[in-house]
């Protein structure tokens, strides 16, 4: 393989929008490009470094991401889809990492002030959380990832990676570890924005369209996205920047010619909210139904979602097991050979 690929979800409700444009539809992309392989896990071990105390939330959404997964075109046959949680040599080569990394050098990721911040944790912030750019190491060097895709503000997360995998390979005297590289997602294609236009698209905020969702509740959610505040009347001029819907029509519709004049209409005056919105609707009615409805019938059979979890972890953990083997030949900790 020319290219080893890990990425992944934190299990804590069911994928949306952002999800699919941010990660999803790009994984469904690399796939089937023949010459790599790929490696999805569903973080739930991360997902519980803020959310120990409702492990609940975390259970009943790792069917739903798995069934997120299959509904958009991601296969057993070609990605390896599997459970964080069910592979015990990750938090083995984590608590060996840890000791390759300072509390100073944590403190100053970037990545993690700012979810520190989001979560208002103040000075209580969980050990597991303050440490999972550790554990997320551990997730990239165990299966040997040459390259792992993520947003904008995770690449301190990867230069982490690449400094732990370094340290090990130059402290221990083998090249062990790999390297990896960061893959950014392309232009126009990084976090969407809610459909309220006050942040990214998040559970949290509850401001995403999901991929589950029904026709009239896309529909319902379109129609309430936020536009141009002064544009009051039709005849009014409106303006197209931070416009949620010419965003979303920026990135999802396939005739950008139109959306142009679209946009031209807009600014000069003439065009109301509600034509676009509509216009946005039959876009996304047209692109989520298959979703949907693959969705549906796989949710039908939960017992083939999670049996395919089952092997899949079960792969990855037969790999992982084999570089915890090197690491800890590397080290010099394999007392009985």
Known sequence: MSQIILTGDRPTGKLHLGHYVGSLSNRVKLQNEGDKALYVMIADQQALTDNAREPQKVQESVLQVGLDYLAVGLTPEKTTMFIQSQIPQLAELTAYYMNLVTTSRLERNPTVKSEIQQKNFNQSVPVGFYVYPISQVADITAFKATHVPVGDDQQPMIEQAREVARDFNRIYGRDVLVEPEIILPPKGQGRLVGIDGKGKMSKSLNNGIY??????????????????????????????????????????????????????????????????????????????????????????????????????????EKIAAETLKEVKEAMGINYFG
């Open 211 to 316: 991929l589950s969702d029904s026709a009239d509740e896309i529909q319902k959610k379109v129609m309430s996205m936020f536009t141009d505040p002064n544009h009051i009347r039709i005849e009014d001029p409106g303006q197209v920047e931070g416009n949620v819907v010419f965003t979303y029509l920026d990135v999802f519709a396939d005739d950008q010619e139109k959306v142009q004049e679209l946009k031209d209409h807009y600014e000069r005056g003439g065009l109301g909210d509600v034509k676009i919105k509509r216009y946005l609707n039959e876009i996304l009615q047209a692109k989520l139904k298959p979703i949907r409805e693959r969705r549906e019938e796989l949710a039908a059979n939960p017992d083939y979602v999670m049996n395919m979890l089952k092997e899949g972890s079960e792969k990855a």
